[in-house]
């Protein structure tokens, strides 16, 4: 087909790369596995799963107190870990990365330490519409606790963009504005140092989602203004059950601790005990320390490929899946219609459940995600109860695009009924 | 209220998946089986008919096609993606037609395994068999053949 877009780099990095990812090499129900579920979770290198053996193998041992020789280099491990995390957000300190699960307990770390101690009744808590229930439930909770009440900053038709209209008024007498950099139901980019910039203006604490641009892009906590940003290791090819709450010092410093237990004091008595300082006081317990040691593999691997040229590569397989879903008839297509947008296209077919085209394309060895996306009253909204969702890594080709449309036609077919 | 019974006997469901071969004629019958589901009152399509646990939006009742002490019931169900309507079609198949008592003597899943629709059973799949099933032996379980003294 004649793509109107400019014609894709003669070797595109995914060709080059595919290789380094052993879970993209297999068929599914016979066919090759067409992986476009990024936005869910990225497929790991082998590097990552290389670093993690070779952790178990040869360093494994629990980290900071132990004075042998596993023990140090544990530790050396999962702080250096801490350091590269540091450097992949441009963070001016390594004390203000700290290790979590992921994005959500990032959330739930700042809803819960920061807002115990600095909401009161009445107070505002702004978020978007767009919201991953992920950044929505943990501040609903902490409204329920404090009797802070939750606003809305809305979104703007099928293409997403939020409505900054009226945002100042939204902010009057706010304390904290959490919002997602990228939406993983819509792809829309947020105007993420502006936001922050409004924020800050108004003395009002402000919380980035960056699970969906963490390892798409760079990122760069000081040219993004924010107080606290979160992400996940295991959308940018790191493993799961590891992930990063950047956090600004002074809030950091003046927060109680999220949990209680080991490593997170300096002297504990019957009665009470004294906290270490951020970023240990917020890691209670033993840390996900193989975790860390893939996520520096992981971003290792991502700043070896180059930030920028993965993000070109995205932008351009989702661009060129957008143009050949516009093919469709009567498709409606979600999010930005021009300019920046997330790694990832939704779309409602007339007549076709999302639920039975995932089902259909998956016995053809094509992989997407059907639903809510945990966006469910973004969904309410849109008045689409599912939507399906391919989402793309730099690994991802246009020829992989083109099977997808192939894919697509035959289960339109199926399930019009028509020969 | 429409209670139409199956027209096909879970014999003769059972012998045309049989025949199919492929994913594609599989799935085309499951969906074909689907659009032939008698229709659900849009009144019904209402939350306290709604089952859960399903990608799609799926809605069912059970509605009695006799009278008596222990009627005989019908499945009545929808779904607004057609490879779930075709999986209610085959539980219409297995269940429809039979008293509370019977139905929850009746187990399903032999049948689903023999036409290979067990995969669909599995609760990672969120087509919402497994949870229809629940739903169905839960109504049956339910529902009050007579007062108790």
Partial sequence: MQSRLASPPTTSIADALRGDFPALAQRINGHPLVYFDNAATTQKPRAVLDAMRRHYEEDNANVHRGVHTLGNRATAAYEGARDRAAAFLNAPAREEIIFTRGTTESLNLVATAWGAAHLKPGDAIVLTEMEHHSNLVPWQLLARRTGAVLRFIPVLGDEGRLDLTGLDALLRGARLLAFTHISNALGTVNPVAELCERARAAGIVTVVDAAQSAGHMPLDVRAMGCDFLACSGHKACGPTGIGVLYGRRELLEAMPPYQGGGEMITRVTFEGAEYQAPPHKFEAGTPNIAGAVGLRAALDYLGQVGLPAIHAQIQDVTAYARERLSEFRGIRIFGPREGARGGLVSVVLPGVHALDLATLADQQGVAIRVGHHCTQPLHDRLGVPATARASFSFYNTRAEVDRFVTVLERVIRMLKGSP | ?149
């Fill in chain 2, 1 to 149: 209220m429409m209670t139409a019974p199956a027209a096909l006997t879970l014999d003769e469901l059972e012998s045309h998946f049989e025949l199919l071969g492929d994913w594609e004629a599989r799935f085309g019958h499951l969906i074909d089986l689907g659009r032939q589901l008698p229709p659900m009152a849009p009144e019904d399509h209402c939350d306290a008919f709604r089952v859960h646990g399903c990608q799609a939006q799926v809605w069912m009742r059970l509605v009695p096609r006799t009278g008596g002490a222990e009627p005989v019931l019908d499945i009545v169900a929808d779904s607004d993606a057609f490879i779930v309507k075709g999986l209610i079609a085959v539980l219409l198949i297995i269940y429809s037609g039979k008293t509370a008592a019977e139905i929850l003597r009746t187990d399903g899943a032999p049948a689903l395994a023999r036409m290979q629709l067990s995969e669909h059973l599995s609760p990672t799949r969120k087509n919402g068999l497994a949870a229809m099933l629940r739903r169905v032996r839960e109504l049956a379980a339910s529902w009050q053949p007579a007062c108790t003294p």
